[in-house]
């Protein structure tokens, strides 16, 4: 049954495999912008673009889909303080959604996001990619209370390796 199975797998055109990601939650967010040599601002709010800008894949022609998309959005919201999401953030930002190959990172506008956005000289940057980025849609209760624990210097655990 097994090779059966395989061999089917080796008929499968490209497109039918999927991309494998390693989950990525918001404390390895955290981490990685608290670790990294930019600057990044933590807000939750609503995402407002023009959906038509978001990249699309042409399965026929796969290797032409651009590895970055970048287009201008609205975030209205609130930035992360020690003491939570209360410094209010109203700011046209950048979104660089990028792509692995035909598999492109989705955001979908009107959304409720938690988001992590690099602090760039034009102003604000939000990077995201198929296998999560710094953009958490419809963020829970839980999610929201790890990046404020993380914030305060509670613990902040890396959940991926």
Not at 12 to 30: E, F, N
Not at 95 to 122: I, M, N, R
Request: with cysteine; net charge negative.
């Amino acid at each position: 049954m097994r090779s059966l199975l395989a061999a089917l797998a080796l008929c499968l055109p490209a497109p039918a495999l999927a991309l494998s990601c390693m989950p990525y939650h918001v404390s390895d967010a955290y981490r990685d912008a608290a670790a990294s040599a930019d600057a990044y601002v933590i807000v939750r709010g609503v995402l407002s673009f023009d959906e038509g800008l978001l990249p699309k894949v042409d399965w026929e022609h796969q290797q032409d889909t651009p590895q970055n998309t970048l287009f201008e959005a609205q975030f209205d919201g609130h930035a992360l303080t020690r003491n939570g999401f209360f410094s209010p953030f109203t700011q046209p930002i950048q979104v660089d959604v990028q792509c692995f190959g035909p598999w492109c990172s989705h955001l979908t506008s009107g959304q409720d996001y938690l988001a992590f956005l690099k602090q760039t000289e034009g102003g604000f940057l939000l990077e995201t990619n198929p296998c999560g980025g710094f953009a958490f849609g419809q963020p829970s209760k839980d999610m929201l209370r790890q990046v404020q624990t993380c914030q305060r210097g509670g613990r902040c655990p890396r959940s991926s390796p």
